[in-house]
């Protein structure tokens, strides 16, 4: 039995489900960080602070109980519209976190990947973001995507790119396109598509996040904000997963 599988086993025993109900992979849109702030009348880099904090322990827990693969959508390419002193502060807040939380990533054995396009991307963010995934890169613990600067339509659109240059080039024919070729060519080629994907503050919304990836994800909303997320609310995620019918698209027998 894996180290993941042994995890896994265990945290469905404390959860009174069965090992096989327990995902392995889930994505997170993190929600709520700004209204976290207003309802306390705090500015709103306050609710992100706060919510950067909570990413590390959420990163632990899905750690502890034998997630292979955590996706998190931290900014995406639609966000650029916020005033620009928020935006700002996000990106600082970003370039110090990636190296605040390398001793942890490597502690736990967990590799990180960016999910997204680099430009416009600041220089020294980047060099941060370089060095935080190679330095993790030999880790085969938990794979941590880190959905910055990412719009799913847009890693979509890349992917054809990418296909259509290799076909120009003699490297592929147009009929060998498959669905497997497709997704090694987006920016999760390395993860497992989530099978449960959650979204908290309460918002009903896809948000072009993984559009791909999440054909058969079970969602699971939540009206907690981001900076109040909390294991407990992974648990209760995980126990609404576990007591679903996954057929994905078949009957079933019993």
Partial sequence: MSDFEQKRQAAAEKLGISADKM????????????????????????????????????????????????????????????????????????????????????????????????????????????????????????????????????????????????????KLKPDDIDEEKFSKALCTADMIDPELLIRTSAEMRISNFLLWQISYTEFYITDTLWPDFKLEDVEKAIISYANRDRRLGGVNKN
């Fill in 23 to 170: 995902p392995k992979s889930i994505a997170i849109i993190m929600d709520g960080n700004g209204r976290w702030a207003e309802q306390r009348d705090e500015p709103r880099f306050i609710g992100h602070r706060e919510g950067a904090k909570v990413v590390i322990r959420i990163v632990l827990d899905c750690v502890k109980m034998g997630i292979e693969a955590l996706s998190l959508y931290s900014f995406s390419m639609q966000n650029w519209k916020r005033p620009q002193m928020e935006v700002d502060f996000l990106m600082q807040l970003f370039t110090r976190y990636l190296v605040e939380i390398r001793p942890t990533l490597m502690e736990n054995n967990v590799q990180l990947i960016h999910l997204g396009r680099r430009e416009p991307l600041s220089d020294e963010l980047l060099e941060e973001l370089d060095k935080s995934m190679e330095m993790t890169r030999a880790n085969d613990g938990m794979k941590l995507g880190l959905a910055l600067n990412y719009g799913s339509r847009e890693e979509i659109i890349d992917a054809a790119k990418k296909l259509a240059a290799d076909c120009v080039e003699g």
